[in-house]
């Protein structure tokens, strides 16, 4: 069965690092979304990219997040300059429609310290 | 504003017990919502959806139901097994857009 993968499983950063989050969504979805979770509260949309470009974006996604599809396969989430407060679970989902049922991938657990 | 909220964080419920659990949204622009399933360390595992067009939509040992009057959704998940026990969450999806507004998620404990 097709599955969204994310990589790496688990990320312990530096406050003020950079970070690259990694996702291969399913090979014939053309939405991608990223979504964070904090530790024991709900998920939260971030962004959804959809043709190379971010179709919607949420106030958490500010300057220092960005996204990109380098390649046919990869899309990836970046944080510039973490903070304390970026420390969450990041999932990417991904669906074939707009609107459509999305599949989350396992996650990404960021840890800044 | 937008919102999608759940009434009870936790529910214990004994093995072979059918289950409820209760959503309210208030964005009267949602179309579409989703039940998923979440198990400690995972990603949300998509159960089951629905259309505002529908009232209710059965799949595999669970049911969703969709109360446009009042807003609320609910999931019945019947005979409950231990592998049901994870953190079920409503989300939904507004009209025209993709993104999902997930609610607050209920604990279900499933009890031997």
């Known amino acids: 069965e097709p599955e969204v993968t994310q990589t790496p499983s688990h990320q312990v950063t530096q406050m003020g690092q950079e970070v690259i989050l990694r996702c291969v969504p399913i090979?014939?979805?053309?939405?991608f979304y990223w979504y964070r979770q904090i530790l024991g509260q709900k998920v939260e949309f971030l962004v959804s990219f959809y043709n190379n470009e971010i179709s919607e974006k949420s106030e958490i996604f500010d300057d220092q997040f960005s996204v990109e599809r380098p390649d046919g396969s990869n899309f990836t989430l970046k944080i510039r300059s973490t903070k304390l407060e970026d420390s969450a679970m990041y999932f990417c989902?991904?669906?074939?429609?707009?609107?459509?049922?999305?599949?989350f991938g396992q996650g990404t657990r960021l840890t800044v310290v | 504003g937008e919102s999608v909220g759940l009434h009870l964080p936790t529910l214990s419920v004994q093995e072979g017990d059918n289950s409820i659990i209760n959503c309210a949204y208030s964005n009267s622009a949602s179309d579409y919502f989703i039940w998923y399933k979440q198990e400690s360390g995972k990603g949300p595992q998509f159960i089951i959806d629905?259309?505002?067009?529908?009232d209710k939509r059965q799949g595999q040992r669970v049911t969703v139901l969709l109360n446009k009057t009042v807003k609320h959704l609910s999931l019945q998940i019947a005979a409950t097994q231990p592998g049901d026990s994870a953190v079920y969450f409503c989300?939904?999806?507004?009209?025209?857009?993709?993104?999902?507004?997930f609610g607050g998620g209920t604990r279900v404990l499933v009890k031997p």
């Open positions: 090979s014939n979805h053309l939405y």
């Open positions: 989902a991904s669906s074939e429609l707009e609107g459509g049922e999305a599949f």
């Open positions: 989300a939904e999806i507004k009209a025209a857009g993709n993104k999902l507004t």
């Open positions: 629905i259309r505002s067009n529908m």
